[in-house]
C-alpha cells in the first residue's frame, strides 16, 4: 500500500495535475482550442525535438539488455498492428488516425508517469531499463509514425515531395542528429546539454496541458469503442503480450524484466495526440484514451508492484 500511496503522490497526481489545469482553463474559457494548437506548436518545434535529440544522443547503448529490448520492440509492433487493424478495418477510423491510435496502443508514458513508480518500486537501477525503452520508442516507433505520417499525407505526390516533407521534419532531423552524435562519439558541449535538458523537461507537462484544454470541448461521459480498445490494448493486452514473449525467450535479468513490464502497463503517452495535432488529425478517440488508460493504469501498475 505505501507503493501505490508514494506512486500516486510522485508520479500520477502531477500527470493528472497539468492536465486537470488546462481542462479546468477550458472549461472556464481561459483558454480555447487555438490556445491548445499553439502550445503543442511549441511542442513540436522546441521542446519534443530538443528532448528527443538528449535521450537519443546520450543513450548508454552498451548498456542495455539488447534481449529485453527487442523483446518489448516485438511486443510494441504485435500491439501497433493490432491497433491499426481495429481501428482502421472494425471501427472505420480514417488512416492517419487509425495509425496513430495504433501508435496509442504501444506507446507509453515512460517519462512522467511509469519512471518515478518504476524507481519507487524497484529502486534506481530500474532508471536504465525505463531510459533504454524511452531510447528506443524514440527512434523505431516516433521515428517510424512520423515517416509513414509523412508519406501518407503526401499522398500521390511525387517522391522529391515526400523526401523534402520528410527532411524538414524537425523532429526527424532531431532523431537523425541524436543518432549521429550517439554513434560518433562526440561529446555534447555543456551549453547544449543545459538548454537539451531545460527545454525538453518542458514537452511532456505542455502536451497534457494543451491535452487538458482541448478536452475541455469534448463530452467526456461518452466512451466510444475504439477509446475504450486503445486504452485496454495499452494497459492490459500490451503487458500480458509482453510477459508472454519473455516467457517464450528465457531468462533474463529479473530488473529489467519487471521494469519494462511496468513501461508496457503503463498508460497511453500524449505524443500520438501531439502528432494528431501536428497533421491536422481529429484527436478524440486519442486524447480520451489517454485519460482512460491513465486511470486505469493506477490499479494495473498497482498489482503489478
Not at 519534443?48 to 548498456?63: N, Q, S
Not at 543518432?179 to 560518433?184: A, D, E, G, H, Q
Not at 495499452?234 to 503487458?239: A, C, E, I, N, Q
Not at 521494469?259 to 488529425?281: D, E, K, N, Q, T
Request: aromatic share 8%; hydrophobic share 60%.
Amino acid at each position: 500500500m505505501s507503493l501505490i500511496l508514494a506512486a500516486l503522490q510522485t508520479a500520477i497526481l502531477p500527470v493528472f495535475a497539468a492536465l486537470a489545469l488546462g481542462l479546468g482553463l477550458g472549461w472556464r474559457g481561459v483558454l480555447t482550442r487555438a490556445d491548445a494548437t499553439s502550445i503543442n506548436k511549441f511542442v513540436i518545434l522546441a521542446a519534443l525535438p530538443a528532448l528527443l535529440f538528449g535521450l537519443v544522443a546520450r543513450a548508454p547503448l552498451a548498456e542495455f539488455d539488447l534481449k529485453i529490448v527487442l523483446i518489448y520492440l516485438l511486443s510494441e509492433v504485435l500491439m501497433y498492428g493490432l491497433g491499426f487493424a481495429v481501428a482502421w478495418r472494425y471501427f472505420k477510423r480514417p488512416v492517419l488516425e487509425a495509425l496513430l491510435i495504433g501508435m496509442a496502443c504501444c506507446f507509453a508514458n515512460h517519462v512522467f508517469f511509469v519512471f518515478p513508480i518504476a524507481q519507487e518500486a524497484i529502486g534506481p537501477e530500474a532508471a536504465l531499463p525505463v531510459a533504454a525503452v524511452m531510447a528506443v520508442d524514440a527512434v523505431v516507433l516516433y521515428g517510424t509514425t512520423i515517416l509513414l505520417l509523412d508519406v501518407v499525407s503526401a499522398g500521390s505526390g511525387s517522391l522529391v515531395r515526400i523526401a523534402k516533407q520528410i527532411g524538414s521534419n524537425p523532429l526527424i532531423l532531431s532523431l537523425a542528429a541524436g543518432v549521429l552524435v550517439n554513434f560518433s562519439g562526440l561529446e555534447l558541449h555543456a551549453g547544449l546539454i543545459r538548454y537539451v535538458d531545460f527545454v525538453g523537461a518542458a514537452t511532456a507537462p505542455s502536451a497534457l496541458f494543451a491535452l487538458g484544454v482541448m478536452l475541455s470541448a469534448v463530452p467526456l461521459k461518452r466512451i466510444e469503442g475504439a477509446v475504450a480498445m486503445a486504452a485496454l490494448m495499452k494497459v492490459l493486452v500490451h503487458p500480458l503480450v509482453y510477459f508472454a514473449l519473455v516467457g517464450l525467450a528465457g531468462g533474463s535479468d529479473p530488473v529489467w524484466q519487471h521494469s519494462v513490464l511496468l513501461v508496457a502497463a503503463g498508460p497511453c503517452g500524449a505524443m500520438p495526440f501531439v502528432l494528431a495535432l501536428r497533421y491536422g488529425i481529429d484527436p478524440t478517440v486519442i486524447m480520451k484514451a489517454i485519460l482512460l488508460s491513465t486511470v486505469a493504469s493506477v490499479f494495473t501498475l498497482a498489482f503489478l508492484l
